[in-house]
């Protein structure tokens, strides 16, 4: 196959999922990181019965001008998969200026910047793929994430639009809306405060990374190529 994708934010629970699917699919990654390289050469570890190569790329994408240090080491792509992100929580009257500017910066500037960076090797060959990880709260909104929620809403805003932009030119892009994904960012919760998340999912149980991984899969795959500026919503039907 010897398709490149380049995943940010692979040194989390979804980020090294998604990574360990592609590469059992065939794929060469680039793999981004911001500060946990010891995630990363735990993946690299984990990646070697597979074929393809493996790039880890160190880069802040919450710094203005981190996607550059990206986009820099992206020689090949076909697809770029926008998992980068950080949650926030807290009354929007209580939101500092500097954390909504860390959130717009990672969670739309960079992604939108550095897919127009990378765009260009997609356009010159007709084909590509861009997926972003959004969240259930971009759809829905959530009190106590107004800011998280909006970033998130941006993504499939940006999803939709570029899809009809480029569609022409052989590239798809989607978005995926995790609900409740038993990863990092659910570690906040006690043990009875996730019972009673479950309770209000109707399957009855959190998702796991392997559920968003499987997506992204798909998404990329031929089975998929009539499929584009659509979000698949991988909630265990919780907020529909």
């Avoid at 993946?43 to 790329?57: D, R, V």
Wanted: hydrophobic share 45%.
């Amino acid at each position: 196959m010897n398709k490149y994708v380049l995943i940010t934010g692979a040194s989390g629970g979804i980020g090294r999922a998604i990574a360990l699917k592609l590469a059992e699919e065939g794929y060469s990654l680039y793999l981004h990181y911001h500060q946990n390289e010891g995630a990363i050469q735990e993946l690299l570890t984990q990646l070697k019965k597979f074929p393809g190569e493996y790039i880890p790329i160190q880069a802040n994408l919450a710094d203005p001008d981190g996607y550059k240090r990206v986009a820099a080491n992206i020689f090949g792509i076909d697809a770029i998969v926008h998992n980068s992100g950080s949650s926030h929580y807290g009354l929007l009257v209580d939101l500092a200026e500097n954390d909504l500017d860390y959130l717009m910066t990672l969670h739309l500037r960079a992604p939108m910047l550095l897919t127009k960076e990378l765009l260009p090797k997609m356009l010159a060959k007709r084909q590509g793929n861009i997926i972003v990880i959004s969240s259930i709260w971009g759809q829905t909104g959530a009190a106590c994430e107004v800011a998280y929620s909006t970033v998130k809403g941006g993504q499939l805003a940006f999803i939709k639009a570029l899809s009809k932009e480029v569609a022409l030119n052989g590239i798809r892009a989607n978005a995926i809306a995790p609900g409740a994904i038993y990863t990092e960012m659910l570690s906040q919760f006690n043990d009875e405060e996730l019972e009673m998340l479950k309770a209000d999912i109707p399957v009855g149980k959190l998702g796991t990374p392997e559920n968003i991984s499987d997506a992204v899969a798909f998404l990329l795959s031929d089975k998929a190529v009539y499929i584009t500026g659509q979000t698949l919503s991988i909630n265990g039907g919780w907020y529909i």
